[in-house]
Structures are given as structure tokens and as C-alpha cells.
């Protein structure tokens, strides 16, 4: 593993000591890799995920051979909103997962908040 990884796995677990999810209030997660960006909304009391979206999803996948990463993200974000709200999760708490909130990892997270999530 290197050294990066390790950097942010620690931060990481600095992050989940304070952030967990709960069945009120599950936690939004994100995954960000070279190409693609991945989220998940996670019951912690039960382990279960209860949505989840990314880069890969049907719903997205045909309308991003035109867009940067950065846009391509504001739709995951958009898109885990939206099943959020017909699943009727309307709050979750945010967990950047180790990145830094900027970039690509912030802008899923303001497309999710525009989109009606409270976080």
C-alpha cells in the first residue's frame, strides 16, 4: 500500500470516530478514484447501504463522454439526491472519506445539497 493510501485511511479513521450513520440520519460516503466517483448512503447500526450512485450508474453513464470529472460528480451527486428523496432519507451526514473537501469530492456534495439532501 502506499503511502497516500495510508494517509488517508488514517484520516479516515480520524473522521469515522465522530461520523456514523444512523437509520435517521445515514451517512453519505464517497469513494474517488483515477476515472470515476463513487457514493453510498450507509445504515451503520446495521451495516446496510441504502442507495447508492456513481459515474457507473445506468442513469448517468450514456451523458458523461463530454464532461470533466468535476461535472461528472455534480451528477453523481445530483442522482444520490434523488434516490435518497424516493427512498425518504432527507437528512444524512457527509463523510469525505480521507479526501480533502474540494474538488470533486465537494462538488458531489453541493449537487447533493442543491438537490434538496440537508447535510
Do not use: W
Not at 461520523?19 to 448512503?41: C, D, M, W
Amino acid at each position: 500500500m502506499g503511502m497516500k493510501i495510508v494517509g488517508r485511511e488514517r484520516r479516515k479513521l480520524r473522521i469515522r470516530k465522530r461520523v456514523n450513520g444512523t437509520i435517521e440520519r445515514p451517512r453519505l460516503t464517497v469513494f474517488r478514484s483515477a476515472k470515476h466517483i463513487y457514493a453510498q448512503v450507509i445504515d451503520d447500526t446495521t451495516g446496510n447501504t441504502l442507495a447508492h450512485a456513481s459515474t457507473l450508474s445506468k442513469d448517468i453513464k450514456g451523458s458523461l463522454e463530454e464532461d470533466n470529472k468535476t461535472a461528472a460528480a455534480k451528477k453523481v451527486g445530483t442522482l444520490i439526491a434523488t434516490l435518497c428523496k424516493s427512498k425518504q432519507i432527507s437528512k444524512v451526514v457527509f463523510d469525505r472519506n480521507g479526501y480533502m473537501y474540494h474538488g470533486r469530492v465537494s462538488a458531489l456534495a453541493q449537487a447533493a445539497r442543491d438537490a434538496g439532501l440537508e447535510f
